[in-house]
């Protein structure tokens, strides 16, 4: 009995841990090339909103600076990479470095997005949006590109949140009984701004299995699953 039930609970386990990998993304695309007055489009990279988060026994996330550090770095080099590839022109803006302009979207880009993954992608559809994707930072964004003569802006919205091994065998012990204790979870969303007009005119959501920030091969994942589709100034299949 001891030996079936041992058998019984490592199989729930597995099946725990193997449920967060299941990729889930969405992208709503709104133009198919980027365009530019000048030679080649650029874009603003706005410092990643990345957190990494140690989910306790009792369910309580505490932020692992250690692990979000990581992910930031590793993920700075893979879109790096990323960009490079599918022939982006792409600047990056330092988080010690952002105007006061620029704090100020970057928390207006967090509330808009999560805006979108409950009004658009969700099932609290807003009347007003009559089913259409129409959604904006507002024309005063302009300015970033004034700043850094760049014709789109990209925001990363991103949570990771790790099971600890108390929070694991406490799923084990309530899946045993047929209760559900959460082990986790990931999401993110990423939005492509027109800096002219101020429209995201390119958003994608992701949730678990997108990928493993906190090293190099995870990273390069993750980013090519939060960037997955998005518009270039060239053919698309570069990014197939």
């Keep these: ?7 019984r609970l490592a199989a729930l386990s597995t099946s725990i841990l193997m449920l967060s990998g299941c990729v889930v ?4 695309q ?31 996330p505490e932020p692992n600076v250690e ?11 893979a879109m790096t990479d990323y960009a490079a590839s599918i022939g982006t022109d792409l600047v990056f803006v330092g988080s010690d470095s952002l105007s006061e302009d620029e704090i100020r ?5 967090s509330a808009v997005g ?11 559809k807003l009347p007003s949006k009559n089913g259409k994707f129409d959604w904006s930072l507002g024309p005063d964004i302009a300015s970033i590109g004034e700043d850094h003569d760049a014709d789109y802006a990209l925001f990363v ?51 678990a299995g997108a990928g493993e920030l906190r090293n190099k091969d995870g990273a390069v ?17 570069a990014q197939q």
Excluded at 1 to 7: A, L, P
Excluded at 25 to 28: A, C, T
Excluded at 221 to 237: E, H, N, W, Y
């Design 30 to 60: 709104q133009i198919d090339r980027l365009e530019s007055v000048g030679e080649n489009p650029r874009i603003v990279m706005m410092p990643p909103d990345v957190k990494y988060y140690l989910l306790t026994a009792s369910g309580v």
């Design 1 to 7: 009995m001891k030996r079936r039930r041992f058998f």
């Design 157 to 207: 919205y991103y949570r990771d949140y790790q099971a600890s091994g108390g929070r694991v065998a406490l799923a084990v012990l309530a899946a045993a009984v047929g209760a559900g204790v959460a082990t986790g979870s990931e999401h993110g969303f990423a939005s492509l701004v027109d800096l002219k007009s101020g429209d995201i005119v390119w958003f994608n959501v992701v949730n």
């Design 221 to 237: 994942t993750a980013v090519r699953t939060l960037f997955k589709d998005i518009p270039t100034s060239r053919v698309r299949d």
């Design 67 to 77: 692990w979000t550090t990581a992910a930031r770095e590793n993920f700075r080099a």
């Design 105 to 109: 979207y970057e928390a207006l880009h």
């Design 114 to 124: 999560s805006s979108l993954l409950n009004h658009h992608f969700g099932m609290m």
């Design 25 to 28: 993304s969405s992208n709503v």
